[in-house]
């Protein structure tokens, strides 16, 4: 059973799994081995073998630079700074932004000791300089860490030139007022835009 217990340790070490689902996580791909374990062991594998970080953008792909980098139709004077790849995937699925990305590795910490040094900082402003990008948008989460690292980068992206805007923060479509937080109204009226007649 030692094999067992690794994998149901394994699988519990997954976001949103606790050592009760892991165990049931287990079992269901143990009762279903040909059909599902076997292929996403397989897939497992294939995926650490040949899946990299892109070298300019941080992305994750199975060739460098990734296939958004390399991408002649992407704005080329636009970078999207984001935390992690999870915001990268967001954006993307909103089909609402066409320029590149760069993939930070995580926010600015002083309780988890990460500073600068700890995130590809230092690569976005050799990147900003190098390729004279005209914008760099913030897209942080609207958390202290988040907020705290766009501060930070707006500061070191000073000396470069580049337009530096930000995600607006309020109101999501579809929110009631009544059901948000008090900072995000805070957000949404300082953010407040002026409307004109058509």
């Not at 500073?115 to 190098?130: N, S, T």
């Not at 957000?187 to 002026?194: D, G, I, P, Q, S």
Request: net charge negative; with cysteine; charged share 25%.
């Amino acid at each position: 059973m030692l094999e067992l217990d690794r994998l149901i340790l394994l699988l519990s070490k997954l976001p949103g799994l606790g050592p009760r689902s892991a165990r049931r996580a287990a079992l269901f791909l143990l009762k279903r081995r040909e059909s599902l374990m076997e292929p996403l062991a397989a897939a497992l594998a294939e995926t650490a073998a040949k899946v990299q970080p892109c070298s300019l953008c941080g992305n994750l792909d199975t060739a460098d630079p990734c296939a958004i980098c390399r991408d002649p139709r992407r704005d080329q004077g636009m970078i999207c700074i984001v935390e992690d790849m999870a915001d990268l995937w967001a954006i993307e699925r909103s089909a609402s932004y066409n320029g590149l990305y760069h993939v930070l590795g995580g926010t600015l910490s002083a309780l988890d000791g990460i500073g600068p040094e700890d995130l590809r900082i230092e690569a976005l402003v050799a990147r900003v300089e190098k390729t004279k990008a005209r914008e760099a948008i913030l897209a942080m989460n609207a958390t202290v860490e988040g907020q705290t690292t766009a501060h930070y980068i707006l500061d070191r992206l000073a000396e470069t030139g580049v337009k530096v805007t930000r995600l607006a923060h309020g109101v999501p479509v579809g929110g009631e007022l009544d059901y948000l937080d008090d900072g995000t109204l805070s957000a949404a009226l300082a953010a407040r835009k002026l409307l004109t007649p058509d």
